[in-house]
């Protein structure tokens, strides 16, 4: 319970995150632009009307060292200053500009400084933004030196108020608040709907795993995205499938385990109450009994080997040693061994061995393997029938056959018989002391050996197993 509260707390912290980083670099991104549009429109319209009162100021310069006569200068002056956005102010004392005397509307200022009045004296333009001295409000002006002689005989004052250079701004200022409005409320709802498709899915893994902690792994996140998050929330339903697999398992195993321990302990403690109670009679039925009990504390011990054995080979950590080692070699000393078994049952081993086959692996282990399939051989063939052993050599790989003349599997039951505990015969397997546990067993060892296990049977046609192992690279 202390994950889930931990998760819930990392969910909202994370939707509080995205939506405030969202909002923040919307509303950023919109100051910023809007910053950026003021910026360049006023360094790009403005810096265009420099030019524009420039450009006009050498043409009446150029008109000026051309015109007849004073008269005709004038006339074009006042021409600029009527069809222009510019008002031209021409002078030919330029200590008139820095008085400001003759011009109404510059009346109680100069109209250049001091020091633009020696850039003008040596030749040089002046171009000024400065606040209109009378209405408050900026000007653009820009003062052209006329030279005679290399002295300086007058001035042309160009100026525009720069509340006509914004004006045509003015009139889209509504329309690009509006927009601005309009276009953060779109980044804000995007946001709000993102967050909450981002957020949904961990959501829903938080309500799961709250389910999962309780032991129910039946819930899956309904993936409707294939981004990241898809990703994660498609795994997670994997995990819970695994889980809720591993799940089904271990109830199996425990129900498997109970299931094998409780035949046995119920023999044992009906026939050590018969023996306690004078129940069993004479020696012989206590000689009986107690046989009973040891056979069936004998199955108890491998039962329990067989489990410890397979949790090792389960466990991915478990070593394994790799060294090469002469197979058919191998199969010969396990089938010495089950020469007594064979003729007290009447059953021929027919063999046919590859001696030259190495593979790499562990000669304990592959031991267990071939005597593990050969018990199950035994235990399923009928006397005087023959059990077929055969090695031989695949391409890169050594393949072990053991084809015994038992009743066969149905198709149907082949995939399940390399399942713990299941049995074919459960009645006869039992009988004859096996745990269920043998070809599972054989299963993990060759898959620890990166090998492969297959059975091949039917009904009436016996079984027959395969081990397929990698051969010896020197």
């Keep these: ?42 360094k790009f319209y ?35 200053d009527e069809s222009s956005d510019a008002k031209v102010i021409f002078t030919e004392d330029p200590m008139l500009l820095s008085a ?33 001295p009378r209405f408050h409000q900026d000007i653009l002006a820009v003062t052209i030196p006329l030279l005679k002689n290399g002295q300086l005989a007058g001035a042309l004052f160009l100026y525009m108020p720069l509340a006509d250079v914004y004006e045509p701004f003015k009139s889209i200022r509504p329309v690009l608040i509006l927009s601005l409005i309009v276009l ?97 009679g004479d020696t012989a039925a206590v000689e009986k009994y107690v046989t009973i009990i040891h056979n069936e504390t004998d199955r108890m011990q491998r039962l329990v080997h067989d489990l410890l054995d397979l949790a090792q080979l389960e466990d991915d950590s478990y070593p394994m040693r790799n060294e090469p080692l002469p197979f058919a070699q191998l199969i010969t000393d396990v089938v010495d061994r089950f020469e007594l078994t064979a003729s007290q049952k009447g059953i021929q081993l027919i063999q046919n061995l590859d001696d030259e086959i190495i593979v790499n692996g562990d000669s304990d282990r592959l031991e267990q393997v071939v005597s593990n399939l050969l018990a199950n051989a035994f235990r399923y063939t009928p006397p005087g029938k023959p059990i077929q052993i055969t090695l031989m050599k695949e391409r890169m790989t050594a393949v072990l056959r053991i084809q015994d003349s038992g009743p066969g ?66």
């Design 46 to 80: 403005v810096e265009k009307q420099k030019e524009i009162l420039i450009m006009q100021g050498e043409e009446l310069k150029k008109f000026y060292h051309q015109a007849a006569n004073k008269t005709e200068f004038n006339k074009r002056v006042k021409w600029t």
């Design 1 to 42: 319970m202390g994950s889930g509260v931990q998760i819930r707390g990392i969910n909202y912290g994370l939707k509080q995150k995205i939506w405030t980083t969202i909002s923040i670099v919307a509303v950023i991104t919109i100051i910023f632009g809007t910053g950026l549009t003021y910026y360049l429109y006023e």
């Design 409 to 474: 599997i149905s198709k149907e039951e082949l995939p399940k018989v390399i399942e713990r505990f299941y049995r074919v015969d459960h009645a006869r397997t039992r009988k004859e002391g096996g745990t269920g546990l043998g070809l599972a067993i054989v299963y993990q060892i060759v898959k620890k050996h990166h090998g492969e296990f297959l059975i091949d049977s039917d009904i009436g046609c016996g079984t027959t197993v395969m081990v397929k192992l990698p051969l010896f690279v020197g």
């Design 100 to 132: 400001g005397i003759p011009y109404e509307e510059f009346a109680d200022n100069s109209l250049i400084t001091f020091d633009e009045r020696q850039k003008l004296l040596a030749g040089k333009k002046v171009i000024f933004i400065r606040e209109h």
């Design 184 to 280: 953060l409320t779109i980044v804000l709802w995007l946001g709000h709907k993102m967050t909450n498709r981002l957020i949904k899915p961990l959501k829903e893994m938080e309500a799961i795993s709250k389910k999962m902690s309780q032991g129910d792994f039946s819930q899956r996140i309904e993936v409707q995205q294939s981004d990241e998050v898809g990703n994660l929330a498609a795994s997670f339903n994997t995990l819970a499938s695994s889980l809720e697999a591993v799940d089904q398992k271990r109830r199996e195993f425990l129900q498997n385990v109970s299931h094998e321990l409780r035949t046995p302990l119920s023999y044992m403690k009906g026939y050590t109450e018969a023996i306690l109670d004078g129940v069993a």
